[in-house]
């Protein structure tokens, strides 16, 4: 099993920045690829952002070149998500995710966290 812990939502007017954090703990050397998804009210729940443990990376095109992914591996694993230029339509729910050997990242299978909260308003 794998403990996902969000950190760093909050409230930011546009244009602003804002930094999650994802805490990864329990059987972590299961663990390939992991992601930012987020889901904003009355909408499905979507991909951000991703990186393989090789560090391969991949972004929502709504994202590019405002926000970056990084991963630390090993003992103390954390997947971090750098959010600049901060607009209203990012606001939503954001979801540190994680695979399993079984469950390929973003299934409902695979490893979730409780969610952070990102509102950007004015």
């Known amino acids: 099993q794998v403990q996902l812990v969000e950190s760093g939502g909050g409230l930011v007017q546009p244009g602003g920045s804002l930094r999650l954090s994802c805490a990864a703990s329990?059987?972590?050397?299961?663990?390939?690829?992991m992601g930012w998804y987020r889901q904003a009210p009355g909408k499905q729940r979507e991909l951000v952002a991703s990186?393989?443990?090789?560090?391969?990376?991949?972004y929502a095109d709504s994202v590019k070149g405002r926000f970056t992914i990084s991963r630390v591996n090993g003992k103390n694993t954390r997947l971090y998500l750098q959010m600049n230029i901060l607009k209203p339509e990012d606001t939503a729910v954001y979801y540190c995710?994680?695979?399993?050997?079984?469950?390929?990242?973003?299934?409902?299978?695979?490893?979730w966290g409780q969610g952070t909260q990102v509102t950007v308003s004015s």
């Open positions: 995710n994680a695979d399993s050997p079984i469950y390929g990242l973003g299934s409902e299978g695979a490893y």
């Open positions: 329990g059987s972590i050397f299961s663990i390939n690829a």
């Open positions: 990186i393989t443990s090789a560090g391969v990376t991949n």
